[in-house]
C-alpha cells in the first residue's frame, strides 16, 4: 500500500485531495497544526504533527508528496509573516524529499506569480510582473522544491492554478458567488463586478484538478520519460463573464441580479491558455461545465466522518 504526503488537508485542495486518495487505498500522512483536523476524515488519513513526518519518512516508504498547503493574504495581512511561513513549508518539503525521496514530488501553485496581468492571454512564459508577497512566495516554494527534486532524482509537477472551485472552496470569486446565491440570508450587500463581456476560462473544478493529478502522475511514473513539468491549468472554452453568472444563476433557480451588479468600470481581464496541459494528454472541463459541477459539488457534499 502507497504511502503519500498531502499537506493542507484542513484545507480545500489539500483535504479534497488526501479524501480522494484515502478512498483509493492509499495511506495519506497529513501533516496539520495541532489546532487543525482534515476537511474530511477517513480511516486512511493519519494527522501528524509537522515536526514528526521525519521519523515517518525514516520507518516507510513515501511514495509522493502533494504539497497544497501556504498561508495566504486571505489569512493574514502581514507579508513578513506570509514570506516566513511559505518559506518553512518548503524547508519541511524539502527535508522529507531527502529523507523520504519519493519518487514524484507535486505542487499546487498559483497565478499569483505573474503579479499584474496586462496580457489578454496568459500563458506559462508570461513575465511576472510586480507580483505580491504571495507571488513572491509561491515562485520561491516552485524554485526550491525543483532544485530538491532534481538534486535526488525525484519527479516534480508544478500546476499554476487560478480559482479552484468546489465543495470546500471560500476564497476567491467564484465561490463566493456560489454560496451567496444558495444562502441569500447572509447577503449583506451586492456584489460588484467589472467587465461582463470579457472572455473567462479562470476557475478548476477540484474534481477534474485531481483527474489530471492522478493521469499525469500515472503517466509520469510509467514512462520516466518527463523529469519536471510545469504548467498553467484552468478550464476550457471561455465565455462571458456575465454567461458565468447567468449560468449560476439557472442551476440555482435564482436571478443573479439580486446578488451582483455591473459597474461601469473596467479592469484588466484575461483568459489562461491550457494548450502545454493539453498537450500532455490532460483533458479539462469547458468553464459551463467546471461551473455546473461546482454549483452541484458545493449543494450536495457531505462531510464524511
Known amino acids: ?46 494527522s501528524v504533527n509537522y515536526k514528526d513526518v521525519d521519523k515517518f519518512c525514516e520507518e516507510i516508504k513515501i511514495t509522493e508528496i502533494i504539497h497544497c498547503a501556504s498561508l495566504t493574504p486571505v ?34 501553485s498559483s497565478i499569483i506569480v505573474y503579479g499584474n496581468i496586462k496580457e489578454k492571454i496568459l500563458k506559462f512564459n508570461t513575465a511576472y510582473n510586480v507580483p505580491n508577497t504571495y507571488g513572491i512566495s509561491k515562485v520561491k516554494v516552485e524554485n526550491e522544491l525543483q532544485v530538491k527534486c532534481d538534486q535526488i532524482g525525484s519527479h516534480f509537477i508544478n500546476f499554476r492554478l487560478p480559482g479552484v ?74 465565455i462571458k463573464f456575465i454567461d458565468v453568472m447567468s449560468q449560476i444563476g439557472k442551476i440555482l433557480d435564482c436571478n443573479p441580479e439580486d446578488y451582483i451588479c455591473w459597474s461601469d468600470n473596467t479592469t484588466q481581464s484575461f483568459t489562461i491558455d491550457i494548450k502545454k496541459g493539453k498537450s500532455q494528454g490532460l483533458i479539462p472541463l469547458n468553464t459551463v461545465d467546471s461551473i455546473t459541477a461546482a454549483v452541484y459539488d458545493i449543494k450536495h457534499y457531505r462531510r464524511i466522518s
Not at 483535504?15 to 501533516?31: D, E, N, T, V
Request: charged share 15%; with cysteine; net charge positive.
Open 75 to 108: 489569512n493574514t495581512i502581514d507579508s513578513g509573516l506570509l514570506m516566513q511561513t511559505n518559506s518553512e513549508l518548503a524547508s519541511y518539503i524539502s527535508g522529507w524529499i531527502t529523507i523520504g525521496r519519493p519518487r514524484l514530488v507535486v505542487f499546487m
Open 165 to 238: 472551485i468546489g465543495y470546500g472552496s471560500h476564497s476567491n470569486l467564484i465561490s463566493k458567488i456560489i454560496k451567496m446565491m444558495m444562502m441569500p440570508a447572509y447577503l449583506e450587500q451586492k456584489i460588484t463586478l467589472t467587465n461582463p463581456n470579457s472572455q473567462f476560462n479562470n476557475i478548476v473544478f477540484i474534481s477534474n484538478l485531481i483527474e489530471c493529478y492522478i493521469y499525469l502522475s500515472r503517466k509520469i511514473l510509467a514512462e520516466e520519460k518527463i523529469k519536471d513539468l510545469s504548467f498553467l491549468w484552468a478550464s476550457d472554452q471561455p
Open 1 to 46: 500500500m502507497e504511502n503519500i504526503i498531502v499537506t493542507g488537508c484542513s484545507g480545500f485542495i489539500g483535504g479534497r485531495f488526501a479524501y480522494y486518495l484515502a478512498s483509493h487505498g492509499y495511506q495519506i500522512i497529513a501533516p496539520l497544526r495541532p489546532s487543525s483536523i482534515p476537511l474530511i476524515n477517513h480511516k486512511n488519513i493519519r
